[in-house]
């Protein structure tokens, strides 16, 4: 029990001040014990820190699967707007694993920049090996054009980054009108020849 609250706890304060700004006597004082008692759980404040990465990881992925399996009935259109979305509301969430992404992603603690890159790519690697499936079935059915699996898996991804980047610049109004018109020349991008867009 004590573990789980001091990850808890380390989260919001990694989340809203980033490593350099978290304490080990300020994490101490939110789980209610002395600051050597964190020793007897965590070796140091790097381990609790990764610990709250791996976390906080497992968290997304687990979500992003669940979100993913249950649309599986619907037709590819309505499944690739619904991971879009998916990642959308990940992004406007004001919910400290939100929060720390947002903030390990565009500002790393320098010492641990290499580090995160790898988990964000393990998180892509897991991502893409689930989208993977979903365009092979989409092509096979007939539902999208025979495009090459590493092409189509750059574009989304890509079109994901770059929502995430803008999401920093603009108001919600803004932000909406563009991923609708994401949506809109993404599923293009993947239509059969031949076929309109509606």
């Known amino acids: 029990m004590s573990k789980d609250k001091i990850l808890t706890e380390a989260l919001s304060l990694f989340a809203s001040r980033g490593y350099e700004g978290a304490t080990l006597s300020e994490l101490a004082s939110r789980v209610g014990m002395k600051k050597a008692s964190i020793y007897s759980h965590y070796k140091n404040k790097e381990e609790i820190f990764w610990a709250v990465i791996d976390c906080a990881y497992q968290e997304e992925i687990a979500k992003l699967s669940t979100g993913m399996k249950e649309v599986q009935h619907l ?5 690739l707007h619904n991971m879009m979305d998916q990642h959308v509301h990940f992004y406007k969430e004001n919910d400290e694993n939100a929060n720390l992404w947002r903030r390990m992603t565009l500002f790393p603690p320098q010492d641990f920049k290499e580090g995160l890159k790898a988990k964000l790519l393990e998180y892509e690697q897991q991502f893409n090996e689930m989208l993977e499936q979903d365009l092979d079935r989409a092509i096979q059915s007939g539902e999208i ?3 090459n699996r590493d092409t189509g898996l750059a574009m989304i991804n890509c079109i994901l980054d770059g929502l995430f980047v803008e999401y920093s610049y603009y108001d919600d109004e803004e932000f909406n009108k563009r991923v609708e018109a994401v949506k809109v020349m993404t ?12």
């Open 145 to 147: 054009r025979e495009v």
């Open 187 to 198: 599923w293009r991008a993947f239509l059969p020849a031949g076929k309109e867009a509606e």
């Open 75 to 79: 037709d590819f259109r309505e499944r």
